[in-house]
């Protein structure tokens, strides 16, 4: 029983901390460093002459479909148009995204027949590079027109090496439960990106938008799932910060169902196992310790150990409250039953288009560890390939 009782405490632990206690410890590590550490002196706004030359490198495999809306979204970007580029890299595609391109003389088309996967187009497009700098972005997402200026302004910072905007997830019509949930998750975790930033570094950033000095680029191996994750983690692991800004933003419809965001959290849970094996140089807290200590709170612990610590913890639960090992693991049981019972309902009421965002939230929270789980299969089976399939957005 003893046994029983460590496992239960153990994994009660790495649950809670990883995805409420970690948010709670940030906060008051941040709470106290703006309290005994003067806060550093942020650069003003460069104007015009004081900008960087700065490439915006799109991406894209079979997106006729939004060529059109992305390119005027693009061309409303507020940068000065001598130090401003674009850049298509459109992988294999297939459809007619090089055909309508050409109504726009501005932009540089990168093409490869072969489609080989996101990382090797970026590879291929950073080759073609003319630019200081370089911001990526996918070809379904929309970004503000003030966000190149504002990521011209941490470049400033020498330390910066990666700048990383905020993922803003919006429903095309309301009661689209899918894109509401990844919704919710994003606002909590561009909360933490922003509290990760502060304390030192953000862990990571996300191809939505981000921007990288490409004198610091290392080479992503082609068959990586998360290209932009192990490019920004690169640069952090030689030394330099991810500055985190809500103030250069790309918005993006979510998935169009639960379906399609599953496969989107599948891939991203195949990443990130894929990554955490990469990036096992963070894992000593000799080197970097404090990045050690962020890369394994945010990251590591959410793509490998807790989703297991979950399934442990119940199991363990079930066998003491059968053991009757005292009145507080049988109330632990009932609470986890209630949980994994709302997430059940969050999910039948889902498939039927009745909206509760309490279910759901909890249906929503099983359902992103759930994937993990798919991403260990998937991994296995698409460990030598970076091609992704696109998950369609509503």
């Known amino acids: 029983m003893t046994t029983l009782k460590i496992l239960f405490w153990a994994t009660l632990l790495i649950v809670f901390y990883t995805y409420l206690g ?67 890299v459109t992988d294999g595609s297939t459809d007619n995204t090089n055909e309508l391109l050409k109504a726009y003389p501005e932009v540089d088309v990168v093409f490869s027949p072969e489609r080989r996967g996101k990382s090797a187009a970026l590879k291929h497009g950073l080759q073609e590079l003319k630019t200081r700098y370089v911001a990526f972005t996918d070809a379904n997402t929309m970004i503000n027109p003030g966000a190149l200026r504002e990521i011209a302004r941490l470049f400033m910072d020498p330390t910066v090496g990666c700048v990383s905007g905020e993922k803003r997830v919006a429903a095309r019509k309301a009661g689209q439960m899918a894109a509401e949930g990844e919704g919710l998750y994003w606002r909590y975790e561009s909360t933490l990106k922003k509290w ?46 991810i500055a985190y800004t809500p103030d250069a933003y790309a918005q993006e419809y979510g998935s169009a169902n639960i379906f399609e965001e599953s496969k989107r959290k599948r891939r991203i849970a195949a990443g990130g196992l894929q990554s955490i094996w990469w990036l096992r140089g963070l894992l000593n807290p000799f080197h970097q310790p404090l990045v050690t200590f962020q890369y394994i709170s945010h990251r590591v612990l959410r793509w490998s150990l807790t989703p297991i610590a979950m399934v442990i913890l119940l199991i363990a639960n079930v ?18 039953i209630i949980f994994y019972l709302a ?52």
């Open 22 to 88: 970690y948010g709670i410890l940030l906060y008051f590590i941040i709470r106290l460093k703006r309290l005994f550490v003067a806060k550093p002196h942020e650069a003003a706004m460069p104007d015009d002459s004081q900008l960087p030359s700065i490439t915006l490198l799109i991406c894209a495999y079979n997106e006729e479909d939004i060529v059109a809306e992305k390119m005027a979204n693009t061309q409303a970007i507020d940068y000065p148009r001598d130090k401003f580029r674009i850049m298509w």
């Open 196 to 241: 990760d930033s502060e304390l030192y570094s953000a862990m990571g950033a996300a191809g939505e938008l981000y921007a990288i000095d490409p004198q610091l680029v290392r080479e992503v191996p082609d068959n990586a799932l998360l290209d932009d994750f192990m490019m920004s983690m690169y640069i952090v692991e030689d030394g330099k910060r």
């Open 319 to 336: 066998l003491l409250s059968v053991l009757r090992s005292g009145i507080f693991y049988d109330i632990m049981f009932a609470l986890q």
């Open 343 to 394: 997430a059940l309902a969050g999910w039948l009421l889902s498939r039927r288009g009745i909206k509760n965002k309490l279910l759901y939230t909890a249906y929503y929270f099983v359902f992103m560890n759930l994937n993990v789980f798919r991403g260990m299969a998937y991994l296995s089976t698409h460990n030598n390939s970076g091609a992704w399939e696109k998950a369609k957005r509503s």
